[in-house]
T-cell receptor, first 113, second 117 residues
Framework: NAGVTQTPKFQVLKTGQSMTLQCAQDMNHEYMSWYRQDPGMGLRLIHYSVGAGITDQGEVPNGYNVSRSTTEDFPLRLLSAAPSQTSVYFC????????????FGSGTRLTVV | AQSVAQPEDQVNVAEGNPLTVKCTYSVSGNPYLFWYVQYPNRGLQFLLKYITGDNLVKGSYGFEAEFNKSQTSFHLKKPSALVSDSALYFCAVRDWGLMDSNYQLIWGAGTKLIIKP
């Protein structure tokens, strides 16, 4: 049972490039989300989904897109990378309305130069 | 407004001493409360949760937390700290009083715990 799998673990982008961060879970969780973690800022919610075909914005959605075509996958797209998007990105999933908490991926460390 | 506060950015404890990491919350309904730990360059790992019942909850790695409804607190504790407990600790709450909370957990800012040999 793999849990939540994020790829890649590390990535360096040039300003203006686009890329997709992958997230997959094998627990049949209906809820999936993306967070970014910056020093001194804690966790900030970017986008989330409560089921296939349903997505919504979190606290800091600008510059990011998501889609949820299947229950298992929730990719995060950076449309035109900016240095301000340098961060560590975490994907998390949950079931039971969030009552069991979240399962997190191991993270993607992104640097935009 | 719903919120979680971890009033200490950093807690320093000598190895073998008891440790406490503080968390207070504000929600409109009944809370589900969680503690997570993040070791360097790793994702967040679940430690323990409070849903209902006994106010003292036991979790992984010898940690426990006490739910205090009157003080709206959920402090994380361990009787004897280990150097390997050094990590970043996050408190989170699920507010069941919100109609449209959509699985959302409200997160504290995190507390860095440093255990000195």
């Amino acid at each position: 049972n793999a849990g939540v799998t994020q790829t890649p673990k590390f990535q360096v982008l040039k300003t203006g490039q686009s890329m997709t961060l992958q997230c997959a879970q094998d627990m049949n969780h209906e809820y999936m989300s993306w967070y970014r973690q910056d020093p001194g800022m804690g966790l900030r919610l970017i986008h989330y989904s409560v089921g296939a075909g349903i997505t919504d914005q979190g606290e800091v959605p600008n510059g990011y897109n998501v889609s949820r075509s299947t229950t298992e996958d929730f990719p995060l797209r950076l449309l035109s990378a900016a240095p301000s998007q340098t961060s560590v990105y975490f994907c998390a999933s949950s079931s039971q309305g969030g009552g069991d908490g979240y399962t997190f991926g191991s993270g993607t460390r992104l640097t935009v130069v | 407004a719903q919120s979680v506060a971890q009033p200490e950015d950093q807690v320093n404890v000598a190895e073998g001493n008891p440790l406490t990491v503080k968390c207070t919350y504000s929600v409109s309904g009944n809370p589900y409360l969680f503690w997570y730990v993040q070791y360097p360059n790793r994702g967040l790992q679940f430690l323990l949760k409070y849903i209902t019942g006994d106010n003292l909850v036991k979790g992984s790695y010898g940690f426990e937390a006490e739910f205090n409804k009157s003080q709206t607190s959920f402090h994380l504790k361990k009787p004897s700290a280990l150097v390997s407990d050094s990590a970043l600790y996050f408190c989170a709450v699920r507010d069941w009083g919100l109609m449209d909370s959509n699985y959302q957990l409200i997160w504290g800012a995190g507390t860095k715990l440093i255990i000195k040999p």
